[in-house]
């Protein structure tokens, strides 16, 4: 297979959200396996609806995952004149025709072929035919263009994921492929555009099967074959309905704004409507080698958020510290904490590293390394639990013997080894009031590592003060 050319055309109504992205993915990782070409087009001929906004939050989601495109973005808005150009050569050939039925005149014929049990559609009344009178053209009335669909037979494709799928021409009206002003309507831009960019395959979600037929008629008429098709089947989000915007989906860029990894999203939204075998957790590069049609879902996928975390976690673990560090700085200033805490504190990267297993999202890493670089404020309760009075000579000791200890892991470990075995404590005794001392939570990862990482004299003045209230 040769000069595959694949596309992603988002149409910018609103945020872009996974079940979204993913139209984008599946495109861009075929265009890759085979060497092709990926293109950007924006389809924002719904002029009241698109906003620019929606286009800058499509380009940042692309972005963020690195999906990046070959060719465009293209916007069927500033290819107006292309359109009407193919519009005029198929009035000029007979493939279009002006329908002068009104939208009064086409609701009342549908409300007739409702009440005569009959599927609701155009009647063909303006449509020329041999032998055929056609009314005369009422006066001051500007038409409609109209595609002169076949009459007989069926339109056909082999579905990359659906398989087979055949539908009459009987089933078909004669599609408007041009509102009175001229404007082009949505399947006509959407075929001169597929044909223009010489798209071979067409990934999309299969809300637009419905389109295809007509678009696949199109094309013939002009002459064209149809791209491959593969509809994927919809996302549903964890309550088994359609993901959207209205059932509380979130951004592809609001997943950045939460501390995900792009990486992390890239593999699960992979995974949702494709497989590789049973393997979960994969590469970016992995995922383009493996990538084909064949193994597209059939059936439609669920979100599960538990997932997501469990592999944001898995990534955040084999992540660059010194990475992590530069992705976690903002979250840390929305907690309070400038760059002067942090340079005059543990170096972030080294605290990161001790603290990141425990993380599923970079907000959380932040939330769990915020302790480092604030004074610590125990709560009171905890004080009075922890640190008593049968206690603090103890830690007096202990922050004698910190202040002058090889500042290790293994020499602080020794200093409170030898302080248990001095006053007869078990360690949670005295390694619970140091840590409410030291960074004001019981809740640390090993305390002689949280102690080599906030340096001796931050360690020792805590212990003696806290000791000495």
């Given at each position: 297979?040769?000069?595959?050319?694949?596309?992603?055309?988002?149409?910018?109504?609103?945020?872009?959200?996974?079940?979204?992205?993913?139209?984008?993915?599946?495109?861009?990782?075929?265009?890759?396996?085979?060497?092709?070409?990926f293109?950007?087009?924006?389809?924002?001929?719904?002029?009241?609806?698109?906003?620019?906004?929606?286009?800058?939050?499509i380009?940042?989601g692309?972005a963020?995952?690195?999906?990046d495109?070959?060719?465009?973005?293209f916007y069927?808005?500033?290819?107006m004149?292309?359109?009407r150009?193919?519009v005029?050569?198929?009035?000029?050939?007979?493939?279009?025709?002006?329908?002068?039925?009104?939208?009064?005149?086409?609701?009342?014929?549908?409300?007739?072929?409702?009440?005569a049990?009959?599927?609701?559609?155009?009647?063909?009344?303006?449509?020329?035919?041999?032998?055929?009178?056609?009314?005369?053209?009422?006066?001051?009335?500007?038409?409609?263009?109209?595609?002169?669909?076949?009459?007989?037979?069926?339109?056909?494709?082999?579905?990359?994921?659906?398989?087979?799928?055949?539908?009459?021409?009987?089933?078909?009206?004669?599609?408007?492929?041009?509102?009175?002003?001229?404007?082009?309507?949505?399947?006509?831009?959407?075929?001169?555009?597929?044909?223009?960019?010489?798209i071979t395959?067409?990934i999309?979600?299969?809300?637009?099967?419905?389109?295809?037929?007509?678009?696949?008629?199109?094309?013939?008429?002009l002459?064209?074959?149809?791209?491959?098709?593969?509809?994927?089947p919809t996302?549903?989000?964890?309550?088994?309905?359609?993901?959207?915007?209205?059932?509380g989906?979130?951004?592809?860029t609001?997943y950045?704004?939460?501390?995900?990894?792009?990486?992390?999203?890239?593999?699960?939204?992979?995974?949702?409507?494709?497989?590789?075998?049973?393997?979960?957790?994969?590469?970016?590069?992995?995922?383009?080698?493996?990538?084909?049609?064949?193994?597209?879902?059939?059936?439609p996928?669920q979100?599960?958020?538990?997932?997501?975390?469990?592999?944001?976690?898995?990534?955040?673990?084999?992540?660059?510290?010194?990475?992590?560090?530069?992705?976690?700085?903002?979250?840390?200033?929305?907690?309070?904490?400038?760059?002067?805490?942090?340079?005059?504190?543990?170096?972030l990267?080294?605290?990161?590293?001790?603290?990141?297993?425990?993380?599923?999202?970079?907000?959380?890493?932040?939330?769990?390394?915020?302790?480092?670089?604030?004074?610590?404020s125990?709560?009171?309760?905890?004080?009075?639990?922890?640190?008593?009075?049968?206690?603090?000579?103890?830690l007096?000791?202990?922050?004698a013997?910190?202040a002058?200890?090889?500042?290790?892991?293994?020499?602080?470990?020794?200093?409170?080894?030898?302080?248990l075995?001095?006053?007869?404590?078990?360690?949670?005794?005295?390694?619970?009031?140091?840590?409410?001392?030291v960074v004001g939570?019981?809740?640390?990862?090993?305390?002689?590592?949280?102690?080599?990482?906030?340096?001796?004299?931050?360690?020792?003045?805590?212990l003696?003060?806290?000791?000495?209230?």
């Amino acid at each position: 297979m040769s000069n595959v050319r694949t596309r992603f055309a988002p149409s910018p109504t609103g945020f872009i959200h996974l079940g979204n992205i993913r139209s984008a993915l599946y495109p861009w990782a075929f265009a890759r396996k085979m060497n092709g070409t990926f293109v950007l087009r924006i389809e924002d001929t719904d002029v009241e609806r698109s906003t620019e906004a929606s286009v800058d939050a499509i380009l940042e989601g692309m972005a963020w995952l690195e999906l990046d495109f070959d060719e465009g973005p293209f916007y069927q808005m500033q290819r107006m004149d292309r359109y009407r150009e193919v519009v005029a050569q198929m009035l000029a050939q007979g493939l279009a025709y002006p329908c002068y039925m009104s939208t009064e005149e086409l609701d009342a014929l549908r409300d007739r072929q409702r009440e005569a049990g009959e599927k609701p559609r155009y009647d063909g009344t303006w449509r020329p035919e041999p032998g055929k009178t056609l009314p005369v053209p009422p006066a001051g009335v500007t038409p409609v263009v109209r595609f002169r669909n076949p009459l007989t037979g069926v339109v056909a494709w082999d579905d990359a994921v659906k398989g087979r799928v055949e539908i009459s021409n009987e089933e078909l009206d004669d599609l408007v492929i041009a509102r009175p002003d001229g404007t082009p309507t949505y399947n006509f831009c959407v075929v001169v555009d597929d044909l223009d960019m010489r798209i071979t395959h067409v990934i999309r979600g299969d809300d637009h099967v419905n389109n295809t037929p007509r678009q696949i008629n199109i094309l013939r008429a002009l002459g064209a074959e149809p791209p491959v098709y593969a509809h994927l089947p919809t996302v549903l989000n964890e309550a088994g309905e359609k993901m959207s915007k209205r059932h509380g989906a979130m951004s592809v860029t609001g997943y950045c704004d939460a501390g995900y990894l792009p990486e992390a999203v890239l593999n699960y939204l992979a995974r949702l409507g494709w497989s590789h075998g049973d393997a979960e957790i994969f590469s970016r590069e992995q995922f383009i080698e493996w990538f084909d049609l064949d193994h597209l879902g059939k059936s439609p996928a669920q979100y599960d958020h538990n997932k997501l975390n469990w592999l944001n976690n898995h990534y955040i673990k084999e992540a660059d510290n010194a990475r992590l560090a530069e992705l976690t700085k903002p979250f840390l200033a929305e907690l309070g904490i400038d760059a002067a805490s942090l340079a005059n504190g543990a170096p972030l990267a080294d605290v990161i590293a001790l603290m990141k297993d425990r993380a599923t999202t970079i907000k959380e890493i932040a939330e769990n390394v915020a302790m480092f670089y604030r004074l610590p404020s125990p709560d009171a309760s905890a004080l009075e639990q922890h640190v008593t009075e049968a206690v603090r000579p103890a830690l007096t000791s202990l922050a004698a013997a910190l202040a002058t200890a090889e500042w290790s892991k293994t020499g602080i470990a020794a200093a409170m080894k030898a302080t248990l075995a001095d006053y007869k404590l078990k360690m949670p005794q005295l390694a619970m009031p140091v840590r409410l001392l030291v960074v004001g939570t019981t809740h640390t990862p090993s305390i002689d590592a949280v102690l080599a990482l906030l340096g001796r004299d931050v360690v020792v003045g805590r212990l003696e003060r806290g000791a000495s209230v």
